[in-house]
């Protein structure tokens, strides 16, 4: 499990523009870093080597990370307070800024369909945003 923070490399500025930098001489997975070396060169494989385009799918990645773990906390009157729910918004306010600068937009694809119709001909099938 490598880490790279030399901002020469395609990975090292990709980890600086996601805030996913360590300062601890032996960083640990999940603790002072979130992604591999090899995860970062597999979202630019994937993104054509385009950095905001592969930022703004990293930055959704950690959203969705941190929209788990968000908690808010207090005791008493706020003596004693604790707010994680800024972390996953502003990872998703980075995602959009990356996918403005990068002209590129989000796509969703469809990998299979199932289509349910009726012996009248009537189409039964749920589509995506249906309630």
Do not use: H, W
Request: charged content about 30%.
């Amino acid at each position: 499990m490598a880490y790279t923070q030399d901002t020469s490399t395609s990975e090292g500025l990709l980890r600086t523009m996601i805030y996913d930098t360590s300062t601890a001489a032996a960083p640990v997975k999940g603790t002072d870093y979130n992604f591999d070396d090899a995860e970062l060169t597999a979202v630019l494989d994937e993104n054509t080597d385009d950095l905001k385009a592969s930022a703004a799918d990293l930055c959704r990645a950690l959203a969705a990370k941190f929209a788990k773990e968000a908690i808010e906390l207090g005791l008493g009157k706020r003596d004693i307070y604790i707010n994680k729910n800024q972390r996953a918004k502003f990872y998703i306010a980075l995602a959009s800024s990356y996918d403005k600068a990068s002209n590129g937009d989000v796509s969703e694809y469809i990998d299979a369909a199932d289509y349910d119709i009726d012996f009248a001909g009537q189409d039964l099938s749920e589509y995506v945003g249906d309630n």
